[in-house]
């Protein structure tokens, strides 16, 4: 069990960070200690921010000798409240953002070292600097950093091509419970040495180490993009699209998003400066992208498969981007969507995974579930087609109080929702993380051995719970 933070110990940290680095004012920490959606609020001892990963070890150090509770926080963009206190102000929030440098780019190696704190969109600019790419991106890409999206092990919409953050992950430096400092910056392509340390950060939502830096995996810039907006009649026609395109073009293909009108309506109406792609309106949409580096080559295969899905009534109406500033605003649409779907109101949001072949199944029979269990409860569906993962979002019934619907029905609500997926085979967790939003349905639902497991992991490493208590493990 961990225990409050003593003065003495308060005293202790605010001398090593000093007055840039250590803040008890609670209008300082305010906007840090409530997450993204306003969900989940919480308090703080005080706010730590490190400048250096020696920094962080003496931190750790101190807090484990007096078995405080350390929350680590990147760009607090998460969606399930991994990186907020609990609300009993004796937690210290441990905030990476002052560990913004990119301390390397290996053009040769095509890898990159950047620190936790180093936002998602200035490393993209970066390493683009140097014709190198980093093939993954989101809508919060201004916001997050490299430490939350290797701790959440993040996907994005280019997962179909370069996989999760963990596929891209090179290397981690980290500083372990005790205040050790592990060091597996190495780009490594073979090492032996038992369990891989690497792999097990990403995606442990900072309980068992505060990742400090990544090594990663970059790609070269792609000299040429190709991106449709396409109306499509149901999600099973979008999936056999998926199957021709990625049969016929490979591995140039490199997103293929899934997005029903109500989502478009949402941002059409929330988001200033969107417009429809399409004249006409569509039950479904899909956003796909090619890359390469012959745009001639590219267009052509684009263009002749999407011609020969148009003449076998497989879709509806497609247009195809002319100019990267069109491909922008086409992928404006799909990343807005969240912010859209707040802007409508009260809402239960699921991110979860179930087999690619069986997502328009789960999108077609989960909204008849919750209806018969649930009258006027409203479902949307969107997503990543390619990689099965579906961002599931349940909406109170429009003619009452939706947030004390929620209150009174969100847990049910989620339930049924996740025990479909497990039927599936699915994930209750695609990319987002368990945070505290999904920790006890995790425990409810999950294996037992998957949970034996992740346990033991934890209590191994971390037997006190000092790092980010109450998050991911019930």
């Known amino acids: 069990m961990t225990r409050p933070p003593s003065a003495s110990l308060l005293d202790a940290l605010a001398k090593l960070l000093g007055p840039k680095g250590y803040s008890a004012d609670t209008d300082v920490m305010a906007p840090w200690l409530t997450d ?17 990963t020696g920094e962080v070890a003496a931190i750790v150090r101190l807090c484990a000798e007096a078995q405080a509770a350390l929350v680590p926080q990147g760009g607090n963009s998460g969606m399930v409240g991994g990186a907020t206190p609990d609300a009993s102000g004796d937690q210290l929030l441990i905030s990476l953002r002052r560990m913004n440098r990119v301390r390397g780019i290996d053009t040769a190696a095509q890898v990159a070292v950047a620190e936790a704190g180093v936002i998602l969109e200035n490393f993209h600019n970066a390493v683009l600097a140097h014709q190198l790419r980093f093939p993954l991106t989101l809508g919060g890409k201004g916001s997050a950093t490299i430490g939350g999206l290797v701790s959440t092990n993040a996907g994005g919409t280019q997962v179909l091509r370069h996989g999760t953050m963990r596929a891209l992950v090179a290397g981690v430096e980290a500083v372990l419970p005790d205040g050790s400092i592990f060091d597996g910056l190495a780009p490594l392509k073979k090492d032996n040495r038992g369990y ?11 309980t068992l180490g505060i990742v400090t830096a990544a090594c990663l995996r970059l790609v070269p810039s792609a000299a040429a993009r190709r991106t449709a907006w396409i109306g499509v009649d149901s999600p099973e026609s979008a999936l056999v699209l998926l199957r021709r395109l990625d049969t016929a073009i490979g591995r140039e ?8 009108h109500g989502c478009l309506d949402a941002v059409l109406r929330h988001i200033p400066q969107t417009r429809a792609p399409l004249a006409a309106a569509h039950p479904w949409y899909v956003l796909t992208e090619l890359a390469g580096e012959n745009d001639q080559s590219l267009g052509e295969a684009l263009e002749q498969q999407l011609a020969a899905a148009l003449d076998a009534g497989l879709i509806r109406d497609v247009v195809i981007a002319k100019s990267d500033r069109e491909s922008d605003d086409f992928w404006r649409l799909r990343d807005s969507i969240s912010e859209a779907e707040r802007a409508e109101g009260p809402a239960l949001q699921h991110d979860i995974s179930v087999p690619v072949d069986l997502m328009p199944a789960f999108i077609a029979e989960n909204p008849g579930r919750l209806e018969q269990a649930f009258p006027g409860a409203r479902a949307l569906s969107f997503g990543h087609l390619g990689d099965g993962n579906v961002h599931h979002h349940v909406q109170p019934p429009a003619d009452g109080d939706g947030a004390a619907w929620l209150a009174a029905h969100g847990a049910a609500v989620s339930r049924l929702v996740y025990s479909h997926v497990i039927e599936l085979g699915g994930s209750i967790s695609a990319e987002h993380g368990i945070g505290q939003m999904k920790r006890d349905i995790l425990a409810e639902l999950d294996s037992p051995a998957r949970l034996a497991a992740l346990r033991g992991v934890k209590a191994g490493l971390d037997p006190v719970a000092i790092f980010n208590p109450g998050k991911l493990i019930a």
């Open 253 to 260: 293909l490199e997103g293929f998003e899934l997005i029903p």
């Open 196 to 206: 891989d340390l690497r792999h097990l950060f990403c995606g442990a939502e900072g």
């Open 36 to 52: 993204w959606r306003g969900k989940y609020h919480g308090r703080a001892a005080a706010m730590l921010s490190p400048a250096t």
